[in-house]
Nanobody
Framework: QVQLVESGGGLVQPGGSLRLSCAASGFPFSAYMMNWYRQAPGKERELVASISRAGSVTDYASSVKGRFTISRDNAKNTVYLQMNSLKPDDTAVYYC???????WGQGTQVTVSS
């Protein structure tokens, strides 16, 4: 069965960095675009970043462009989200996602606070 397991979240001070990982299994990883979403308390889930199957094309929400970097290692079936210059507004649960069919990971909490 499809599994997406996120890790790497935690508490970080404003201006700090975190690297999220999503380990995938149960499907042909290299055949799927991979996405990171986030959901803050009281807000809708929003798309943060996407990466093409080979990793050559990436796309970002305007709110994170220039601060976050999505990457993937198809040999390890893992997608990453490097988050730099973190702000309190980045506080959310971060989810890994594939579409068609759609699957979600369980999420990892990121809290940016002093």
């Amino acid at each position: 069965q499809v599994q997406l397991v996120e890790s790497g979240g935690g508490l970080v001070q404003p201006g700090g960095s975190l690297r999220l990982s999503c380990a995938a299994s149960g499907f042909p990883f290299s055949a799927y675009m991979m996405n990171w979403y986030r959901q803050a308390p009281g807000k809708e889930r929003e798309l943060v970043a996407s990466i093409s199957r080979a990793g050559s094309v990436t796309d970002y929400a305007s709110s994170v462009k220039g601060r976050f970097t999505i990457s993937r290692d198809n040999a390890k079936n893992t997608v990453y989200l490097q988050m730099n210059s973190l702000k309190p507004d980045d506080t959310a649960v971060y989810y890994c996602n594939i579409r068609s069919p759609t699957y979600w990971g369980q999420g990892t909490q990121v809290t940016v606070s002093s």
